[in-house]
């Protein structure tokens, strides 16, 4: 089964810094795109970043751009999200998921980031 | 700034057929974009239902299709039932690696 599991989340304040992972198994990691979306409380769901299959082409939302980091280590089928200069408006649940729109997109159950004074 | 429109809600009586649309403001929606679906109730993850277009995801009920109607990618639900009460949202593909989601649509069924 393909599972996506992140961690990572927590309390920070603003301007603050935390790096998110998600660990994966049950398919080839190597072979797929991999993205980030979070959601707002009580509000939709937003992308935010992407890396190819081999991490080459990496591709951020404007309101992430120059703050958030996005890698992958292949070797540890494993997908990250460096976030630095942390603001209100980023928190969020942060969901970790395999493809988007071309082919079959995993979830997993995402990771409470909550940025508050 | 790319912007994709859903309704806001619906509502559908049980057994009742119900099609959500998405939609862009600069644009008409083509397969190019790989319209996707996706369901969430309420402190749950979104599940997969449709992408590239019309591909159900594994396990999605076939009373669910994805088709392009006009200039929209549009979500079908037939004969609608009592846990398809979810906010359903769609995505498109823009180019240049950015996805865009729409605001979600909220569905009722009574």
């Given amino acids: ?70 890698s992958r280590d292949n070797t540890k089928h494993s997908l990250y999200l460096q976030m630095k200069s942390l603001r209100v408006e980023d928190t969020a649940v942060y969901y970790c998921v395999r493809d988007l729109g071309e082919l079959d ?11 508050s004074s | 700034q790319t912007v994709v429109t859903q309704e806001p809600s619906f509502s559908v009586s049980p057994g009742g057929t119900v099609t959500l649309t998405c939609g862009l403001t600069s644009d008409s929606v083509s397969p190019n974009y790989y319209p996707s679906w996706y369901q969430q109730t309420p402190g749950q993850a979104p599940r997969t239902l449709i992408y590239s277009t019309k591909i159900r995801s594994s396990g999605v009920p076939d009373r669910f299709s994805g088709s392009i109607l006009g200039n929209k990618a549009a979500l079908t639900i037939t004969g609608a039932q009592a846990d398809d009460e979810s906010d359903y949202y769609c995505a498109l593909y823009v180019g240049a690696g950015i996805w865009v989601f729409g605001g979600g649509t909220k569905v009722t069924v009574l």
């Fill in chain 1, 105 to 115: 997109a995993y979830w997993g159950q995402g990771t409470l980031v909550t940025v």
């Fill in chain 1, 1 to 70: 089964d393909v599972q996506l599991v992140e961690s990572g989340g927590g309390l920070v304040k603003p301007g603050g810094s935390l790096r998110l992972s998600c660990v994966t198994s049950g398919f080839a990691f190597n072979r797929y795109s991999m993205n980030w979306v979070r959601q707002a409380p009580g509000k939709g769901l937003e992308w935010v970043s992407s890396s190819s299959s081999s991490g080459s082409y990496i591709y951020y939302a404007d309101s992430v751009k120059g703050r958030f980091t996005i």
